[in-house]
């Protein structure tokens, strides 16, 4: 009877090991379940969160490229590296003539900018002369324009944006007739009256404070007459100051208002150029301000 009673709580003790074994097995597989899951779903979070800061570190990246836009979209050339293609402009029996060359000697490509391949802008060194032009790729880093130049000296800016290189715009000296040397300053006076009539179309410039090292900007009023598109926008604007040194290129910062923005580095006097196309025919306006 003994033995029987201890062979019957053996054989309990066995089963009743073999419960917690096995409950205990099962326990672990599912914790072991659950733990994989939620590592997965931690992981995949944890994915999901880096995408979404990668996306959101692109579209940040995005607007900020396109913030900065503002100085090479709508104010180009204000402040860049030392230039990587050299520039040579010459003329010949109302020929102009763009010779391009990179730092080894060989052609560079370049990107069209508002629609032309390049902008040619020549001023007259007293800085009372202005032209816009597009010269025509003729291969080998070569441009050419044919206009007639009046007999001056003048301030030829080439501006361009070549791929994959840095390039800064630069006065370059061009001599048309003799006794024309090089012009080293101008008396340019400020404008009391920032309105200006051309071919029966006015156009008044205001702006906002003209200060350094500040968002400036540059209202054209075209009187109620809307301009024609003009290179892919309502107008362009040219800047350069009293030495005809420092260039600027500024495009608008709507398409449907002409309204500019720029910088000035330094204080002094500027002649402002306001492009705008009215019945078929560009017309530029000239302004002179003061930077305090």
Do not use: C
């Not at 931690?42 to 570190?57: C, D, L, P, R």
């Not at 060194?125 to 007639?148: I, S």
């Not at 061009?174 to 040397?181: A, C, F, R």
């Amino acid at each position: 009877m003994k033995q029987k009673s201890i062979l019957t709580w053996a054989i309990s003790a066995i089963v009743y090991l073999g419960s917690v074994i096995g409950g205990y097995t099962v326990y672990a597989s599912l914790n072991s379940s659950n733990n994989h899951t939620d590592a997965h779903s931690a992981t995949s979070n944890g994915i999901e969160e880096k995408e979404s800061i990668n996306e959101q570190a692109h579209n940040d990246n995005h607007t900020r490229q396109r913030s900065d836009g503002k100085d090479s979209v709508h104010s180009d050339h204000v402040t860049l590296s030392e230039s990587e293609v050299v520039t040579n402009v010459k003329y010949e029996d109302g020929l102009i003539i763009i010779d391009l060359k990179d730092k080894d000697h060989k052609s560079p490509e370049l990107e069209i900018s508002h629609e032309k391949i390049m902008h040619l802008i020549i001023v007259s060194a007293d800085l009372k002369d202005y032209y816009h032009l597009h010269p025509e790729e003729k291969g080998n880093g070569m441009y050419t324009q044919k206009f007639d130049l009046p007999k001056n000296s003048y301030k030829v800016f080439v501006d361009i944006k070549p791929k994959n290189l840095s390039y800064q715009v630069s006065p370059i000296e061009l001599q048309v007739g003799k006794g024309y040397g090089e012009h080293k300053g101008n008396s340019l006076k400020v404008d009391t009256n920032l309105t200006k009539t051309i071919n029966e179309k006015t156009v008044e410039l205001t702006t906002t404070e003209l200060g350094i090292n500040k968002d400036v900007t540059l209202s054209f009023d075209t009187k109620g007459i809307s301009p024609e598109p003009y290179l892919g926008a309502l107008g362009h604007v040219v800047i350069l100051d009293d030495k005809g040194e420092k260039f600027v290129h500024v495009h608008p910062t709507s398409e449907e208002k002409t309204l500019f923005e720029t910088k000035f580095d330094k204080p002094g006097i500027y002649k402002v150029w306001g492009e705008f196309k009215f019945d078929g025919k560009v017309n530029s306006y000239p302004f002179v301000i003061k930077v305090k």
